[in-house]
């Protein structure tokens, strides 16, 4: 598809901020109206639009398609992707180690412990660890703390969350990425331990290494859309 607008600005609209292309407010996929929490969320949709070349480029729209889904999907059915979050909690990455005597566990136990043990501080719970892959439940008092925890958030951020969380496959470094000062690149690569490990002792192929650097970008952009909606 061509480029059929020429500028693209930001205005208040509604308690919030709209895009505009040629003076006209952008909606939603669904045609709704989309009205952003903030002048900065707003000009991140409005770059991707403004970024655009003759020829556009849909798969370019990471924080249209996250606005989108706030607005489109999660209003709708808040509790059932609160639900999809908290399963990431009961599968957690950062809790699932390899066994002590192995080398990749003083790993894990380095990098993923100071961020396990800060999630609980911060969430007022505790977390089960396991070594190997055999499935240890989290407790209802750990699950009701984390979907109080998330029930508290806009929809906005719920649905840079749910990118976090999938990228990273795990509930504890998403809602680590939402803390002032956070380090974007630190907990991708936390999230992505084991993978750098294997490659660490085997070498990287090119393919595995354009797929890292895409996935980290699309983790840095859910963390910079969810800094953005929050102010």
């Not at 609980?120 to 407790?139: C, K, M, Y």
């Not at 797929?211 to 983790?219: C, D, I």
Request: a negative charge; charged letters at 25%; aromatic letters at 8%.
């Amino acid at each position: 598809m061509k480029r059929f607008w020429k500028e693209v600005s930001v205005r208040q609209h509604d308690g919030g901020w709209q895009v505009l292309l040629d003076g006209r407010a952008i909606k939603t996929q669904t045609g709704s109206q989309q009205v952003l929490p903030t002048q900065a969320s707003a000009d991140l949709v409005a770059g991707e639009f403004a970024m655009q070349g003759e020829e556009i480029n849909p798969r370019s729209f990471v924080y249209r398609d996250m606005a989108d889904f706030a607005i489109d999907m999660l209003r709708s059915d808040r509790a059932a992707h609160i639900d999809k979050l908290l399963a990431y909690s009961e599968t957690d990455t950062l809790c699932y180690r390899a066994d002590p005597g192995d080398a990749l566990f003083q790993r894990q136990q380095e990098v993923w412990e100071p961020l396990v043990t800060a999630c609980e501080a911060a969430h007022g719970l505790t977390l089960e660890r396991a070594s190997g892959i055999v499935h240890r439940a989290q407790s209802d008092a750990t699950t009701d703390a984390f979907r109080k925890r998330l029930e508290s958030e806009d929809d906005f951020t719920l649905a840079a969350l749910i990118m976090l969380a999938s990228l990273g496959t795990s509930l504890v470094v998403a809602l680590a990425a939402l803390e002032d000062g956070a380090d974007v690149e630190a907990l991708f690569a936390a999230s992505n331990l084991e993978e750098d490990w294997q490659a660490e002792l085997w070498g990287w192929d090119f393919e595995a290494e354009e797929a890292r650097k895409t996935k980290l970008e699309a983790f840095s952009q859910a963390a910079r859309f969810a800094k953005a909606v929050r102010g």
